[in-house]
């Protein structure tokens, strides 16, 4: 039986893996309003670390169809809790440049040094990204970003993850 309804289960394991997923979970002895809190507090910093709109902050459900009988009622309540804690309540702006770049990384001289820094974009960031040769080193290049704020923040994310000392933005 299916009970994803119309949506397929391997298009929502695609879709869910795009995501950040956060289960909040309150003991029979625990402070349900707490849980609440530290969790819009969670959201609200994980937001603003990876540059998500509250826009985009959505339920489960949103890609199973399966309803949080919790939270359902408590949905409202909960984003404007995240919106307080961000101070932000309304969408980011708009991007205004819609020139595209990449981001390229220094040089690695093992090709397993250029693969982890891959895996930690791809699986950690959810960034596409892929490795080329450079001479004998290696090099990793992200997939595009949609204008320079965007392109400037994904290669300072690299270099605070210490993933890369040089991370330079190119136009495409």
Known sequence: MNTLGNVGLQEVILETMKGIQIEVCVNSDGNY??????????????MKEEGIPISRVVQHNHFSGKNCYVLVEFWN?????VGACTGNTQQ?????????????TGTYSTIQAAENVLDVLKHR???????????????????TFTGMDAAQAGA?????????QVANVVGL
Do not use: H
């Open 33 to 46: 309003q707490k849980a609440m809190q530290n969790a819009a507090e969670l959201v609200a910093k994980v």
């Open 125 to 143: 960031f959810g960034w596409v990204s892929y490795i080329e040769p450079d001479g004998s080193k290696w090099r990793v290049k992200t997939g």
């Open 156 to 164: 300072n994310k690299i270099k605070a993850a210490k993933l890369a």
């Open 77 to 81: 309540q909960f984003i404007s809790m």
């Open 92 to 104: 980011q702006k708009p991007v205004t440049n819609n020139n595209k770049y990449r981001v390229m």
